[in-house]
């Protein structure tokens, strides 16, 4: 039976050739972010460090273990997609092969046997060149990390013997998987079909294909309604999961939309041979098109949906800063200057606000009598609750910002379940102190509601550190006036409090590129081969079709046009269904700020959508027309008799 | 075949394709199958293999009744009962023409001597071929070696259905010699369909089926005989 599948893999290597591809490229891909992920959650500090560096470059690996947490969960989901759907597919394309073993005495426990061994060898072959393929995409991420300045610079990947066990577990797991469904629906092929062309005309819309389509299309939808009450820190990962499950469920019933779009190409091309013929194709081959659109359907809505969610985010905290700050002008300086600025005159209030890192300590029994300890690095601000109340409009919820000095903190509703009156105990600048809870603020986009007494930390440990200040000022006094005032006495940068929101809207805007381009990197790359892949699948697969229609007397360039116009109705299909599940992504993320800000933000990243729309007709339509002209180079008639 | 009714589609637009047929097929000899196009000889022959279910009256091979059969009887009759020759020669694209005769032993988990596949395509004259893919060979040499993979599990009954219909005159010729010297010399029981009466012709007998109902048979006509009961049957 294997030595079957060998000439078959000879006969049809682009499909097989695919299928080991995407293998590959899943294992590579997962195995990259585990191991990044593993390495950054284990680093260990370069030594020598003061508390407060050690803190900050801590919580630049916390921050880079979230970041990767929601990398390698999306690796992991478009593996387990494109790797069981390419499976699938070529099980699909097989029909009458498999008839044929039925009629030639083939049992449905061999046929089933004998797709789930292909299956596994290919996974095998996969998973062999996807681990060196991994360590590749290793160093490639990493360096991404570090260039983006998402990881500190020595951070360095570690490898794992035991990541070989998870190459190839995904990988044959992934694969058997996707097999799985598709063996036992082809084996209940009957011998019959061996002697029709069954093609595409068997049902599509199986009762898995249902399941699966409801149940994460569902899920989706439950996700985004979810979304308004989730916390701000989960945002992102939800918006992320929305477009991801919500794209996959669509792409699962997408062969519903198929007919729809075939009938449209139709009314477009009403009177040209080739549309009419183009539409009856797409009609008739319901299956092929649904496969070819599923990876493009997950790429632009992942892209589309997470770019959306991050600039409706860094749109939601310019709105919230605005609302937040009663100041006319932001002054950035190191902290000693600032006692200076508020005895300019002219200015009312002028409220110094320097981040500090404060290490939360938690003591649980460890189970074996002892006690173990946790520290997790949070941000917060040391201010001046006076000063800080006569420049931000914002209260908080529960308790009073007047109870705030000495060892007290104010953090945000949310935080660990604090109430007010509760206390935390940390570690402030290399100080181990219990803070009282002393005011509750609502949860925000921007996390500066948690508040330290300036005079928690010492004049000499605050003195180097970049501060802002806002400043008001006195009413009557032209604000220009002070403002040349303060750069004259070179007290730092001054800006307008709208042109420092803007510029803490680039720099957030800066960083969710960053962000996004680590999480849809590598991954993004994976799902593009994935559409290239599926697209050269299908089209190489039709060569006796082509090779028919130019016996037929279509013209090999009329075969050439007629693909195209098929290729770029399922590159439509594809992009309404991936607009509908990013548009369900930037519900879910409107929602949330709507709750947060008070005002219902969702930004539709036009660029984005205009670079995915563009990209995806190119790369659709390029990889359609090389390989259908590869695939009508032989004369027709040497392929239109050799089907058998 | 007793009484065998197959109906096709649901309930306003019922075809019925065969209407009562009944018929004997005798052992060790060749029955040909004729009639207009349309008139249900495929699905005879299907049903008579197994490949349809019924909808009604009673399919037997030998002794056993094949209208009730589950697919692994099937399956099992498959590899020993019955063999299948098509108009399209159905081989496998990836196949050398050894491997593909080999193929339905090997499924029935017999193990196959390269001896024994070369002397079963040597039985249809195409011993040197034994390595060639079958896009390879001709049309006639390709329905050669889907003959020697319907034979090479010895099959009771060899169901053919327009065996010839993708052939030139010449390798029909060869073919249909082929199937005769099966019958003369080894017994072998042949069930063919056909619409070509000169193909008819080679049978020992003719059943003439028009509208799902056996109209006529007949033995040892020759091709101009079978014709003139066909052009009857039409008008």
Redesign the interface.
């Known amino acids: ?1 294997l ?2 599948s060998f ?2 893999f ?3 290597w682009p499909l097989f050739t695919g299928a080991i591809l995407t293998v590959a490229t899943g294992v590579a891909l997962v195995q990259s972010s585990l191991l990044i992920l593993v390495s950054a959650a284990t680093q260990d500090l370069p030594p020598g460090l003061d508390p407060g560096a050690e803190a900050q470059m801590r919580d630049a690996y916390e921050g880079a273990v979230s970041l990767l947490g929601i990398t390698l969960g999306i690796a992991y989901v478009l593996a387990i997609f494109i790797v069981s759907s390419t499976f699938a597919f070529t099980v699909a394309q097989r029909r009458r ?1 498999l008839a ?9 426990g ?1 046929l089933r046997r004998l797709l789930l061994s292909e299956a596994l060898l290919l996974a095998l072959f996969g998973s062999a060149i996807g681990v060196p393929l991994g360590i590749l995409a290793e160093e490639a991420q990493s360096r991404l990390l570090v260039v983006l300045e998402l990881i500190p610079p020595g951070f360095s990947a570690q490898w794992h013997d035991w990541i070989l066990a998870v190459s190839f577990g995904v990988g044959i797991g992934v694969a058997l998987t996707g097999v799985f469904a598709a063996s036992r629906r082809a084996a209940t092929v ?3 079909d ?2 029709r062309d069954v093609g595409d005309a068997a049902r599509v819309m199986t009762a898995g294909r249902w399941i699966v389509g409801l149940l994460f299309t569902g899920g989706a939808v439950a996700m985004a309604i979810v979304s308004a009450h989730a916390p701000p820190e989960g945002a992102i990962a939800l918006s992320a999961n929305i477009a991801l499950v919500g794209a996959i469920g669509l792409s699962m019933l997408s062969p519903l939309l198929v007919p729809l779009v075939g009938r449209a190409v139709g009314l477009v091309l009403r009177g040209t041979t080739l549309g009419g013929l183009a539409a009856a194709n797409l009609r008739d081959a319901v299956r092929r098109t649904a496969s070819t659109a599923a990876p493009l359907i997950v790429l632009s809505g992942l892209l589309i949906g997470l770019t959306g969610t991050l600039l409706s985010i860094s749109n939601g905290i310019e709105e919230e800063q605005a609302r937040d700050i009663a100041g006319d002008l932001v002054v950035t300086s190191t902290a000693e200057e600032t006692a200076r600025i508020a005895s300019i005159p002219g200015v009312a209030a002028a409220s110094a606000q320097t981040p500090v890192t404060v290490t939360l300590i938690e003591r649980y029994p460890d189970g074996e009598g002892g006690e173990a300890v946790e520290r997790e690095d949070t941000g917060f601000l040391a201010m001046d609750p006076a000063a800080y109340q006569q420049t931000h409009t914002r209260t908080p919820a529960a308790g009073s910002l007047d109870d705030l000095h000495g060892e007290t903190v104010v953090v945000e509703r949310g935080f660990n379940g604090h109430e007010v009156g509760d206390t935390i105990e940390a570690s402030v600048a290399g100080r181990e102190v219990t803070l009282r809870v002393v005011a509750v603020f609502d949860s925000s986009l921007s996390y500066d509601g948690f508040l330290l007494p300036r005079d928690l930390v010492s004049d000499e440990q605050l003195a180097q550190a970049p501060t802002q200040t806002i400043v008001r000022i006195a009413a009557g006094t032209d604000v220009d006036a002070v403002s040349m005032e303060i750069r004259a006495a070179g007290l730092g940068e001054v800006y307008t409090v709208a042109e420092s929101i803007s510029r803490a809207k680039s720099a957030q805007d800066d960083l969710n590129w960053r962000i996004n381009a680590v999480i849809m990197g590598l991954s993004g790359l994976y799902a593009l081969i994935a559409v290239i892949n599926s697209v050269v699948i299908a089209t190489s697969e039709r060569k006796t079709e082509f090779a028919v229609a130019r016996l037929s007397g279509l013209s090999r360039a009329q075969v050439l046009r007629m693909a195209f116009i098929e290729s770029w109705a399922v590159a439509t299909i594809a992009l309404l269904l991936s607009g509908l599940a990013a548009g369900a992504a930037l519900l879910g993320i409107r929602a949330a700020i709507d709750r947060l800000v008070g005002v219902p933000i969702a930004v539709v990243p036009w660029t984005m959508t205009a670079v995915v729309v563009a990209g995806s007709f190119l790369v659709v339509g390029a990889a359609t027309l090389c390989t259908a002209a590869v695939a009508t180079r032989p004369r027709p008639t ?1 392929l239109a008799t ?3 | 075949m007793r009484g065998v009714v197959k109906e096709y589609g649901t309930r306003q637009a019922r075809v019925r394709a065969l209407d009562g047929v009944s018929t004997d097929f005798p052992a060790g000899s060749w029955t040909a199958v004729m009639g207009p196009s349309g008139s249900g000889k495929s699905t005879l022959l299907h049903c008579a293999a197994g490949l349809e279910v019924v909808t009604s009256g009673q399919v037997r091979i030998g002794e056993l009744d094949i209208t009730t059969s589950s697919d692994a009887e099937l399956t099992a009759l498959r590899r020993r009962q019955i063999g299948f020759v098509f108009q399209s020669f159905n081989l496998l694209g990836s196949l050398t023409a050894g491997q593909n005769v080999a193929l339905p032993l090997k499924l029935a988990g017999v193990r196959v001597s390269a001896r024994e596949v070369r002397d079963v395509l040597a039985g249809v004259g195409l011993a040197d071929r034994i390595r060639h893919r079958p896009r390879e060979l001709s049309g006639g040499q390709q329905q050669r070696v889907a003959i020697a993979r319907a034979m090479v599990t010895r099959p009771a009954v060899l169901f053919a259905d327009e065996p010839t219909g993708a052939l030139d005159s010449k390798s029909a010729r060869v073919v249909l010699d082929l199937l005769r010297d099966m019958v003369d010399s080894d017994g072998q029981t042949i069930v063919m369909v056909t619409h070509d009466p000169a193909v008819a012709a080679s049978a020992d007998q003719v059943v003439f089926l028009s509208d799902g109902r056996i109209v006529d048979r007949t033995a040892g006509l020759n091709a101009h005989g079978v014709a003139e009961r066909l052009a009857a049957l039409e008008d």
């Open positions: 039976m030595r079957l000439n078959t000879a006969e049809r092969d044929l073993l039925r009629l030639v005495g083939g049992s449905r061999q009957r011998p019959l061996a002697l040497t050799a089907r058998e």
